[in-house]
Structures are given as structure tokens and as C-alpha cells.
């Protein structure tokens, strides 16, 4: 994503068109980049809404990461790999409010 200066915003995508809500992107932080940086990840969502969390943000954030969960069983079967990906299912079960929809743990948790 590109920001410019008059608060214009690009989005640099080589493959996978498609139109959609734009809070769905942030599935991918607990399936990627909290295993890099919990800090990263936590900066990312605090970046884009420059600290001004919608309220309708992690609502939404929570159905699009257990959304995504059965598209990853069936991409650990496929990769030969899907003990890895019961755990990090396992471990996103545990640390998301699903039934209250609010922020993961890896959020709240983090100092930064």
C-alpha cells in the first residue's frame, strides 16, 4: 500500500484481483506476520487507521480470520503440512475473542 502526502492511497497488487472490504487483509496477521514481528502487525493496524480503531474493526477482522481457517486446512493438506497449520489454528482459536469480537491477544499483549 502507498500513502502519499494528500492522504491519497494506492494498492500494489500483482495477482489475485478482486474487489472486497479492505479490513479482509488483515486475516493474514495472525496466519503470517505475528510469527515475524507482534510489533510489526500491531503497528500495521495501528498505521492504517492512524490509532483510531474503528469500532467496526475487529468485528469484522474476527470473521475474516475465522473465515479464512478452512482455506488453510485444505492448504496444509494440499502443502503436505497440515499439522503445522492445526496448530496455528489452534493457537488462533485461542487467542481471538470471537465471541465478543474484540482485539486478539497479540494485540492487547503487545507493548509497542
Known amino acids: 500500500m502507498i500513502v502519499k502526502s494528500d492522504g491519497t492511497i494506492a494498492i500494489i497488487d500483482f495477482d489475485s484481483y478482486d474487489w472486497g472490504d479492505p479490513f479482509?487483509?488483515?486475516?493474514k496477521l495472525p496466519k503470517y506476520t505475528i510469527?515475524?514481528?507482534?510489533?510489526?502487525?500491531k503497528g500495521q493496524v495501528d498505521g492504517y487507521f492512524d490509532h483510531k480503531i474503528?469500532?467496526?474493526?475487529?468485528r469484522k477482522y474476527n470473521l475474516f480470520v475465522a473465515l479464512n481457517q478452512h482455506a488453510s486446512q485444505l492448504g496444509g493438506v494440499i502443502?503436505?503440512?497440515?499439522a503445522y497449520v492445526q496448530e496455528r489454528t489452534r493457537s488462533?482459536?485461542?487467542?481471538?475473542?470471537f465471541h465478543n469480537n474484540g482485539a486478539p491477544d497479540w494485540y492487547t499483549r503487545c507493548p509497542v
Open 24 to 27: 479482509e487483509e488483515f486475516f
Open 35 to 41: 510469527y515475524l514481528s507482534v510489533s510489526f502487525a
Open 54 to 58: 474503528p469500532e467496526t474493526f475487529w
Open 79 to 82: 502443502s503436505n503440512n497440515l
Open 92 to 97: 488462533i482459536i485461542e487467542t481471538h475473542d
